[in-house]
């Protein structure tokens, strides 16, 4: 089964408003990616990111197909549908004639889920008055029991334990129709797809589909408002149920009060209120002795699965004013007798945890990153919200977790360009003071320089031909030298670097490589030991990497081995340097005056390079 919501990646642009709204963190971003990614199994399918995403990028799963397969069985096909229809189409007149064009799709009933709510609202209101001490938290949304089991599980014992009113209409369903009929939901939550999947034998339901799946079979079908006859639902028809898809509607239906004095129930709807009111429930539920009634969106009626662009309190006038109607002349002694009839049906259910909570990193492990993002020193619990995350410190925990990348941060990226653009102005400057010195000697010194440029193009090209990675950094961990197989190991991102910047010299080693194997080099500075040896990975690659001095203090070597390949054949690359060696270090003293230390350094890489191979050699 497909994960309830995925991202398209060849669409992601990366711009992060999928990760702002999840209110799980089930979204993550890894180094060398160039899109998001969900994790099916801490997504609680709210639908939160399916909404925001500003290339539509983020889908939920679809139905229609296996809704299509049922409308072809030779069974009685029944549509249960969700109250909240009657917010959402605006665009029908008479809700007897969106009646006519479902069953125009071919099905053979119609019923209300507002009778299920009925019974499940009746329900609640015999569970609370036998009340015991034990204050419950409603069940009814699927992405709030979602959400406890997976990351609140202590408090999975106060979930009241009742099916939905989508569960409870699928078992009136059977009852009423047999138990071999095909029942199909249509709703407003994208998560009741995943619900439905928790039950067999009279719960069963064979397709779940949402109102914009539901426009689309329209659409397909041709069928339209003014093609059709008015039909009423099915019976057994609902009563105060009707107003379930408003948040408080479950306790108006079960006469349960909301007084502020005295009533004992405490409603919340919406993402943020619902993470603290659980937060809450489970540790001051003894002060506050309240049960709360809880939906993640803000009501049913502005579910996920509706249509885009919606006004809440239109769609809460729309149901209230269909309730009113309905209940003009409504029988109600009828339905007394209706809710006898189903009341002995099981609707109990029980709950698993879950737990997708990720272990708190270590306190030095989240001030590394503070400190690497800038925020050393400053108040972790403020933030932008550029990266998605509350406050900074949430952002470094989420690192460290491996759920998201330090260049999300909006002050680290800015504040690397501004030093990237700085440092490329300092090296302009002294490019033109040596292009002036060298005007000044051209004469002098062109057949120097001819000779120089000679053994800088021998000593890159022995670099280039090496099959491990080698880049050598400055104290600043930026790059002053690299070859292609360290280029290659990095991936596309550092591929496109290089078209620009060839060598990508000048480039941050802290955006190219993950926080956990840079921090190796800045090591290498502190503590003026050479690391060899270290089995690191970067993405799925296992390399063995050893990180070394060249001068103290100011400039560090590493080489990178791609443990998957083939042994490089270490006697072959130090009889190739050496000979570089003997062949070139005379030519290159000669120019000393005019290089520096250039032929020292030379020296000094390329030795160091024959002594990492060595020790390799002799392990």
């Not at 059709?228 to 639902?233: A, D, G, K």
């Not at 050598?472 to 550092?494: C, R, T």
């Amino acid at each position: 089964m497909k994960p309830i919501v995925e991202i398209i990646k060849d669409k992601c642009n990366l711009s992060y408003s999928c990760v702002r709204v999840c209110p799980v963190n089930a979204i993550e971003v890894k180094l060398n990616k160039d899109y998001a990614r969900i994790i099916p199994e801490r997504c609680i399918g709210c639908g939160n990111c399916t909404s925001v995403c500003p290339e539509d990028a983020i889908v939920y799963r679809d139905s229609l197909d296996e809704t299509k397969d049922v409308l072809k069985s030779n069974e009685k096909k029944v549509a249960i549908v969700a109250p909240s229809i009657s917010g959402e189409f605006h665009d029908i007149t008479d809700y007897r004639k969106f009646v006519q064009m479902i069953k125009h799709l071919g099905f053979d009933y119609v019923n209300e889920v507002s009778f299920g709510a009925d019974i499940i609202a009746l329900k609640y209101a015999e569970l609370l008055k036998n009340f015991k001490g034990k204050y419950y938290i409603s069940s009814a949304c699927p992405v709030v029991v979602q959400h406890i089991q997976k990351f609140q599980p202590e408090i999975i014992d106060n979930l009241a334990p009742l099916i939905s009113p989508m569960i409870a209409s699928a078992k009136i369903a059977r009852k009423l129709y047999g138990k071999d009929c095909k029942i199909t939901y249509i709703g407003p939550c994208i998560d009741s797809k995943d619900e439905a999947l928790l039950f067999k034998d009279d719960g069963k339901i064979d397709a779940v589909i949402t109102f914009q799946e539901l426009r689309k079979l329209f659409t397909e079908r041709d069928i339209h408002e003014g093609t059709v006859e008015f039909s009423e639902f099915d019976p057994p028809i609902g009563y105060k149920g009707s107003l379930f898809p408003i948040s408080n509607g479950l306790l108006q239906a079960a006469d349960i009060s909301e007084d502020l004095l005295t009533g004992e129930v405490i409603t919340a709807e919406g993402t943020s209120n619902i993470i603290n009111a659980t937060k809450q429930f489970s540790k001051d539920i003894e002060t506050i002795k309240k049960h709360f009634n809880l939906y993640f969106c803000e009501g049913c009626l502005m579910g996920p699965g509706t249509s885009k662009g919606g006004e809440k309190y239109i769609r809460h006038t729309r149901v209230t004013d269909y309730a009113n109607k309905r209940l003009k002349g409504f029988d109600l002694k009828k339905w007394k007798t209706e809710v006898d009839k189903f009341w002995q049906l099981d609707y109990s259910r029980t709950f698993k945890a879950d737990d997708q909570r990720i272990e708190t990193p270590s306190e030095d492990k989240i001030q590394e990153i503070l400190k690497a993002i800038g925020k050393e020193g400053k108040d972790p619990d403020l933030g932008c919200n550029a990266c998605g995350y509350n406050t900074c410190r949430d952002f470094a925990t989420a690192v460290a977790k491996g759920l998201a990348k330090v260049d999300m941060c909006l002050t680290y990226s800015l504040r690397n360009r501004h030093d990237y653009i700085k440092a490329l102005k300092t090296t302009n400057e002294k490019l033109a003071q040596t292009q002036k010195a060298l005007q000044e000697s051209e004469q002098i010194a062109q057949k120097e320089k001819e000779t120089a440029k000679e053994a800088s193009d021998t000593v890159s090209s022995m670099l280039q031909k090496l099959p491990s990675g080698v880049v050598i950094i400055d104290k600043n961990l930026k790059i002053i030298q690299s070859n292609n197989s360290f280029i290659e190991m990095l991936g596309e991102e550092a591929k496109a670097i290089d078209e620009v910047i060839p060598g990508l010299v000048g480039a941050d080693l802290k955006t190219l490589l993950p926080f956990n194997v840079y921090h190796l080099f800045s090591n290498v500075f502190s503590t003026k030991e050479n690391i060899l040896n270290r089995d690191v990975h970067i993405d799925e690659n296992l390399l063995n990497l050893s990180v070394f001095t060249i001068r103290k203090d100011k400039i560090v070597g590493a080489v990178f081995r791609d443990m998957y390949s083939p042994e490089v054949r270490k006697e072959e690359v130090l009889k190739r340097v050496t000979d570089v060696i003997d062949k070139n270090l005379t030519m290159v003293q000669k120019i000393g005056f005019l290089l520096g230390e250039g032929a020292s350094e030379t020296e000094q890489m390329l030795n160091s390079i024959i002594e990492l191979y060595k020790m390799n050699k002799k392990e």
